[in-house]
């Protein structure tokens, strides 16, 4: 079945610093896929998607790019600040019959001044 | 608001009893669903409607787990004689194209 591996830190930086977080999966056929961003006391918001391989995705300074030989999407940002704090998550869709997402275990990201 | 909403935000109830969860999806999204967030398993899809199909029950954990969705827009999960396992956040989410818009959850405890 489909599946998602990502970093689970949680992960400490200071404002800034390069951030990677990485992300891969195993799913049948060409799934879509997604970062997911829950700040603090807050639900679900979509960061960025990519529908087909090489394309990039990206928002608020986020970058992530489909590597269809690597299974990969890794999210990084150049230059992170302390509202990026929140915790990430990578998702696939598979589409078929359902487009049910099926997510990473979350990555708790904090940003220190 | 234009978003996907959900109530209670919060919920406490005693082992063995009932609850009902709402969500109201974005209107005109006809897909819904509905997951489940909690500490020891992350984020798991439960159920899923599309228009006037069958719903996929494919994710719900246990016969004491329903959902249904009237008109094609509100829709409740309810969960029947509760334990302290079902203890989680619920989160509904409705699609648009391939992105699924969610709601901020109710957060189910019980005792």
């Known amino acids: 079945g489909d599946s998602v591996t990502q970093m689970e830190g949680p992960v400490t930086l200071s404002e800034e610093a390069f951030l990677t977080i990485n992300c891969t999966y195993t799913a049948t056929g060409y799934p879509s896929l997604f970062w997911y961003v829950q700040y603090p006391g807050e639900g679900l918001q979509l960061l960025l998607k990519?529908?087909?391989?090489?394309d990039k995705g990206s928002n608020k300074g986020f970058e992530a790019t489909y590597r269809k030989e690597t299974t990969s999407f890794h999210l990084e940002k150049g230059s992170v600040q302390v509202s990026d704090s929140a915790v990430y998550f990578c998702?696939?869709?598979?589409?078929?019959?359902?487009?049910?997402?099926?997510f990473g275990k979350g990555t708790l990201l904090t940003v220190n001044p | 608001g234009a978003g996907v909403s959900q109530s209670p935000s919060n919920k406490v109830t005693e082992k063995g009893k009932d609850v009902e969860l709402r969500c109201d999806p974005i209107?005109?999204?006809?897909?819904l669903y509905w997951y489940r967030q909690s500490l020891g398993q992350g984020l798991e899809f439960l159920i899923y409607f599309q228009g006037n199909s069958a719903p996929d029950k494919s994710g719900l954990p246990s016969d004491r787990f329903s959902a249904e969705r009237t008109g094609g827009s509100v829709s409740t999960l309810t969960i029947q004689r509760t334990q302290q396992e079902d203890s989680a956040v619920y989160l509904c989410?409705?699609?648009?194209?391939?992105?699924?818009?969610f709601g901020p959850g109710t957060r189910l405890l019980v005792l």
């Open positions: 209107s005109g999204h006809t897909a």
């Open positions: 998702a696939l869709s598979s589409g078929g019959s359902n487009y049910k997402l099926t």
């Open positions: 990519a529908t087909k391989a090489d």
């Open positions: 989410a409705s699609r648009g194209g391939e992105t699924q818009y």
